[in-house]
């Protein structure tokens, strides 16, 4: 059974940073795929950011150049730095593991507001 467990999420002011965790309950962690997606309010999901289990990255174009996507192995756990957060940056974050099937977290509320 894999479990992920997103946290990190809050309020922000535009321009601020967070930085998002999710923690895995998986021993195939570290060979698999992580990944961010969020979903604003009445929209769909949208992906965020991407981590390969070695290391290559890939980023919407949304985010590129203000998100950073990491992970530690050892930890089970991937990390996304969110800086020079804008309004429209706003929603629910996901972290999905992705091997042979994808897994979920529930997801972490992030809203970015004056």
């Known amino acids: 059974q894999v479990q992920l467990v997103e946290s990190g999420g809050g309020l922000v002011q535009p321009g601020g940073s967070l930085r998002l965790s999710c923690a895995a309950s998986?021993?195939?962690?570290?060979?698999?795929?992580m990944s961010w997606y969020r979903q604003a309010p009445g929209k769909q999901r949208e992906f965020v950011a991407t981590i390969t289990n070695y290391g290559m990255t890939n980023y919407a174009d949304s985010v590129k150049g203000r998100f950073t996507i990491s992970r530690d192995n050892a930890e089970n756990t991937v990390y996304l730095q969110m800086n020079s957060l804008k309004p429209e940056d706003t929603a629910v974050y996901y972290c999905?593991?992705?091997?042979?099937?994808?897994?979920w977290g529930k997801g972490t509320l992030v809203t970015v507001s004056p």
């Open positions: 998986a021993s195939i962690f570290s060979i698999s795929a």
């Open positions: 999905k593991l992705r091997y042979v099937m994808d897994y």
